[in-house]
């Protein structure tokens, strides 16, 4: 089966920087998606790790660590409107793939 | 392009009911898969449908349901409803499925079971 670890909740001051991170179990790892939610919306996709190492995209960078079954994303000069939930996702090569998400960390933004 | 729309996008039933939900994704897309979104769960995955096939099934009782048309719009159906059903039910679709991109989520319909 499949385990998925993130912080329930997080605190942060604008301008600053903070790392949310992921700790999986899968029974066969193909790949670990981050998603935002801001409440009462959908999630939107922010990144994609299926090799170790960084992705850095803009003000957001994701890490991931097979070996470790560990990931982190990363956000640079917080804006308020990065106050949202941030969904780990943890694809499963066992038949057609599944997406398994973790129950989220909710970040919350203050001035 | 438009993007992924779910309707209704709110919905109220009583317990033993049943209900349908519909999904429409991205023009083009032919993978729709679907959601169920409560506090204490997290997002759970039900199932997944791919060319009017259901290609994967999360660990959901045989009370959830669900199928996929040929312009690949999806239903999925709740029968028997419970309280424990009540939830944000999200479906998302993409190019090629689960297993080769980027997955794009609707608004999703919120159903209160009472």
């Known amino acids: 089966g499949q385990n998925i670890d993130q912080p329930t909740e997080m605190t942060a001051t604008e301008g600053a920087i903070v790392q949310i991170n992921c700790t999986y179990q899968t029974s066969g790892f193909n790949g670990l998606f981050w998603y935002q939610q801001h409440a009462g919306e959908a999630p939107t996709f922010l990144s994609y790790?299926?090799?170790?190492g960084l992705e850095e995209k803009g003000r957001f960078s994701s890490f991931l660590s097979r070996s470790k079954g560990y990931s982190y994303l990363l956000l640079k000069e917080l804006q308020m409107k990065d106050s949202a939930s941030y969904l780990c996702a943890v694809r499963d090569r066992v038949g057609f793939q599944k997406l398994v998400f973790g129950t989220g960390t909710r970040l919350l933004v203050s001035p | 392009k438009a993007g992924v729309t779910q309707t209704p996008r709110y919905l109220i039933k009583t317990r033993g009911q049943q209900v349908t939900l519909s999904c429409s994704p991205i023009s083009g897309h032919r993978s729709v898969s679907w959601y169920q979104q409560t506090p204490g769960q997290g997002l759970q995955f039900l199932f997944e449908y791919f060319s009017e096939t259901q290609r994967n099934k999360g660990n959901f009782p045989g009370r959830f349901s669900g199928r996929q048309f040929s312009n690949s719009r999806s239903e999925m159906n709740v029968s028997t409803l419970e309280l424990g059903d009540s939830a944000l039910y999200l479906c998302?679709?993409?190019?090629?499925?689960?297993?080769?991109?980027?997955?794009?989520f609707g608004p999703g319909t919120r159903l209160t079971v009472t």
């Open positions: 790790n299926v090799l170790d």
């Open positions: 998302a679709s993409s190019l090629e499925g689960i297993g080769r991109g980027e997955q794009y």
